[in-house]
């Protein structure tokens, strides 16, 4: 049967696939800058970067007018070529080395995402494929689509599928619900986020490449930016708000045969991305797209070091439209998946809701002994990471020449001490709990003042009456360190025992701090509308954000109960 998807309001089941309509438009001045400082032993310098192209696909449309490239000082050779994939690179190198360079991006970017009707027929399984389009269907170190255990699971996940949309679908909606974002991960491959089911955008990108490439859809890593101003979908109840961090960032674009090459963000997001991406560079694998920011060198035989590289990105959007709209479907993943409208042969895959947490009796909560040491909550995250110099280790590529490339390490953080507006976070308990207690995730930036938390009951996924306040936390006492670290506030003095249920915690404070709490991409723990905010004056929190805040709950639950 030919399904198209259009509005369905408010079903009771745990599926979180909207399909957005509408459109974004913005015109961005964007720039990009990189300092340099050598080490000492430093005897050639090399950095390369590539030039954004124009681009459009069906649901995304990328103008770029205006690209400069300025050095400080000129290097003694600047080259610039296009590779097997299309991508103009510009390499410039300096021999000797002078003590500092700064290199400088600049262009306009006019961004559209168009999210209208699509339709497509593409057949699942391609029976063929342009040359062209070919080389995005190999197997690859990163791409492992020949392993045993990832074309086991991509049959799987299609049998008995017929188009590929469908296909896609599928298989997005198993990474959604079966990948943990986490930064750094440990490796970058698909076969990594295959079996630690966590990975950062790399993992998603590279595991999805390779569960499609597996059963012959072609698949096409990219690399760029994601600028961090917010969007806001309009739905029913309230508003659902999107934000990426400011910094590289790795996506994919699917090929079918009615639609040419369209973009997915498999970590939310299917046939299209929104207008706060720019598209820089393309390969087979994200050991092929290392151009862009790739940093070579060459020193002294003998000498210890490396040099020092601080990049900083800024976007002013000089104009901005957004308008759009998202209903959600009876089927699909319990994380969140965004679609536009599509015209397609598929079946509506339902994924169960978890269940829901034990209800325990008054009589069994009397006889509750707290005994065992409890912790959760959303742990991982880049611990005292200064985000101004977050370059990884270098590698070596021959004798002492060395490298550094991009990495995918960015800031992702609310600045959650405004005198307009306050945050909330849900926390879903499976067992009883003593609290004593609850860290946050922060980066103290100054000012004065104190902050607190407060913990409320849940009122139908939004937070309710206060059950506890935490003690006070002078500014003062926090470090002004660069990184995020945890920050404990104490629920000794009432030790609130805890039901298995769902609870909110709301950072309150006072005075003037510049405080930012950083976040996880997507839902790692928690349900899609766990993460709330409202102006201080209201009482309605109907606002969701699209991420999670990292925190951690401390205490003690019971000997029987299973962590």
Same mark, same amino acid.
């Given at each position: 049967? !030919?399904?198209?998807?259009?509005?369905?309001?408010?079903?009771?089941?745990?599926?979180?696939?909207?399909?957005?309509?509408?459109?974004?438009?913005?015109?961005?001045?964007?720039?990009?800058?990189?300092?340099?400082?050598?080490?000492?032993?430093?005897?050639?310098?090399?950095?390369?970067?590539?030039?954004?192209?124009?681009?459009?696909?069906?649901?995304?449309? =990328?103008? &770029?007018?205006?690209?400069?490239?300025?050095?400080?000082? =000129?290097?003694?050779?600047?080259?610039?070529?296009?590779?097997?994939?299309?991508?103009?690179?510009?390499?410039? $190198?300096?021999? @000797?080395?002078? @003590?500092?360079?700064?290199?400088?991006?600049?262009?306009?970017?006019?961004?559209?995402?168009?999210?209208? =009707?699509?339709?497509?027929?593409?057949?699942?399984?391609?029976?063929?494929?342009?040359?062209? #389009?070919?080389?995005?269907?190999?197997?690859?170190?990163?791409?492992?689509?020949?392993?045993?255990?990832?074309?086991?699971?991509?049959?799987?996940? $299609? =049998? *008995?599928?017929?188009?590929?949309?469908?296909?896609?679908?599928?298989?997005?909606?198993? &990474?959604?619900?079966?990948?943990?974002?986490? +930064?750094?991960?440990?490796?970058?491959? !698909?076969?990594?986020?295959?079996?630690?089911?966590?990975?950062?955008?790399?993992?998603?990108?590279?595991?999805?490449?390779?569960?499609?490439?597996? #059963?012959?859809?072609?698949?096409?890593?990219?690399?760029?930016?994601?600028?961090?101003?917010?969007?806001?979908?309009?739905?029913?109840?309230?508003?659902?708000?999107?934000?990426?961090?400011? *910094?590289?960032?790795?996506?994919?674009?699917?090929?079918?045969?009615? /639609?040419?090459?369209?973009?997915?963000?498999?970590?939310?997001?299917?046939?299209?991305?929104?207008?706060?991406?720019?598209?820089?560079?393309?390969?087979?694998?994200?050991?092929?797209?290392?151009?862009?920011?790739?940093?070579?060198?060459?020193?002294?035989?003998?000498?210890?070091?490396?040099?020092?590289?601080? %990049?900083?990105?800024?976007?002013?959007?000089?104009?901005?439209?957004?308008?759009?709209?998202?209903?959600?479907?009876?089927?699909?993943?319990?994380? /969140?998946?965004?679609?536009?409208?599509?015209?397609?042969?598929?079946? %509506?895959?339902?994924?169960?809701?978890?269940?829901?947490?034990?209800?325990? +009796?008054?009589?069994?909560?009397?006889?509750?002994?707290?005994?065992?040491?409890?912790?959760?909550?959303?742990?991982?995250?880049?611990?005292?990471?200064?985000?101004?110099?977050?370059?990884?280790?270098?590698?070596?590529?021959?004798?002492?020449?060395?490298?550094?490339?991009?990495?995918?390490?960015?800031?992702?953080?609310?600045?959650?001490?405004?005198?307009? &507006?306050?945050?909330?976070?849900?926390? %879903?308990?499976?067992?009883?709990?003593?609290?004593?207690?609850? *860290?946050?995730?922060?980066?103290?930036? *100054?000012?004065?003042?104190?902050?607190?938390?407060?913990?409320?009951?849940?009122?139908?996924?939004?937070?309710?009456? @206060?059950?506890?306040?935490?003690?006070?936390?002078?500014?003062?006492?926090?470090?002004?360190?660069?990184?995020?670290?945890?920050?404990?506030?104490?629920?000794?003095?009432?030790?609130?025992?805890?039901?298995?249920?769902?609870?909110?915690?709301?950072?309150?404070?006072?005075?003037?701090?510049?405080?930012?709490?950083?976040?996880?991409?997507?839902? @790692?723990?928690?349900?899609?509308?766990?993460?709330?905010?409202?102006?201080?004056?209201?009482?309605?929190?109907?606002?969701?954000?699209?991420?999670?805040?990292?925190?951690?709950?401390?205490?003690?639950?019971? %000997?029987?109960?299973?962590?």
């Amino acid at each position: 049967m !030919a399904f198209a998807l259009f509005f369905l309001w408010n079903f009771p089941c745990g599926a979180e696939n909207y399909v957005l309509v509408g459109q974004m438009g913005s015109e961005i001045r964007y720039e990009l800058e990189q300092r340099v400082r050598r080490n000492p032993g430093t005897q050639k310098l090399v950095l390369s970067f590539v030039v954004p192209p124009t681009f459009e696909s069906p649901t995304y449309r =990328q103008e &770029i007018h205006g690209f400069d490239l300025a050095f400080s000082p =000129q290097p003694k050779d600047k080259k610039r070529s296009q590779d097997n994939r299309g991508n103009q690179i510009i390499v410039a $190198t300096w021999k @000797p080395t002078p @003590p500092e360079i700064t290199a400088r991006i600049s262009f306009k970017a006019q961004n559209q995402t168009m999210l209208q =009707q699509l339709q497509t027929e593409t057949p699942f399984p391609l029976e063929k494929v342009p040359p062209d #389009v070919s080389p995005y269907l190999s197997p690859t170190k990163q791409v492992q689509s020949d392993d045993p255990r990832i074309r086991k699971l991509a049959k799987k996940l $299609t =049998q *008995g599928v017929t188009t590929q949309f469908d296909a896609v679908q599928r298989i997005l909606t198993w &990474i959604v619900d079966n990948l943990r974002y986490v +930064t750094p991960p440990a490796q970058y491959d !698909a076969l990594y986020g295959l079996e630690a089911r966590k990975g950062n955008c790399q993992n998603f990108s590279h595991l999805s490449a390779a569960l499609m490439r597996a #059963v012959s859809i072609p698949v096409r890593i990219v690399n760029g930016v994601t600028l961090n101003k917010p969007f806001n979908v309009s739905r029913k109840g309230g508003i659902l708000t999107f934000k990426m961090g400011q *910094g590289r960032h790795s996506w994919i674009e699917v090929w079918f045969r009615d /639609l040419g090459w369209v973009p997915f963000d498999p970590q939310q997001t299917e046939l299209f991305v929104s207008n706060r991406y720019i598209r820089i560079e393309t390969g087979i694998d994200n050991n092929e797209t290392i151009n862009d920011g790739l940093l070579r060198w060459t020193q002294i035989s003998g000498s210890k070091g490396k040099p020092r590289l601080q %990049e900083s990105i800024s976007a002013d959007f000089d104009s901005d439209r957004v308008k759009l709209s998202g209903s959600r479907q009876q089927y699909g993943p319990r994380n /969140l998946l965004l679609v536009p409208p599509v015209q397609a042969t598929f079946a %509506e895959i339902k994924v169960p809701p978890p269940p829901p947490p034990p209800v325990i +009796t008054e009589p069994e909560r009397r006889k509750l002994r707290f005994r065992v040491p409890f912790l959760f909550g959303n742990l991982e995250f880049p611990e005292n990471v200064d985000f101004a110099f977050p370059r990884g280790p270098a590698s070596t590529v021959g004798t002492d020449s060395y490298q550094m490339t991009r990495n995918f390490v960015v800031e992702t953080a609310e600045y959650v001490t405004t005198k307009l &507006i306050q945050y909330a976070q849900v926390f %879903e308990l499976r067992q009883p709990v003593k609290l004593d207690k609850i *860290g946050l995730a922060l980066h103290n930036f *100054g000012g004065e003042g104190q902050l607190w938390l407060e913990l409320l009951q849940d009122n139908n996924m939004k937070p309710g009456e @206060p059950i506890a306040t935490s003690d006070f936390i002078n500014l003062n006492q926090l470090s002004l360190k660069p990184g995020y670290r945890w920050v404990d506030f104490d629920f000794s003095r009432e030790k609130p025992e805890l039901m298995p249920g769902n609870y909110w915690l709301a950072l309150g404070f006072t005075g003037s701090p510049i405080v930012n709490w950083f976040y996880t991409y997507g839902k @790692p723990v928690g349900p899609v509308e766990g993460t709330r905010y409202k102006g201080v004056y209201q009482a309605d929190w109907s606002n969701a954000l699209s991420y999670e805040f990292n925190y951690r709950v401390i205490g003690l639950t019971v %000997e029987s109960s299973k962590q």
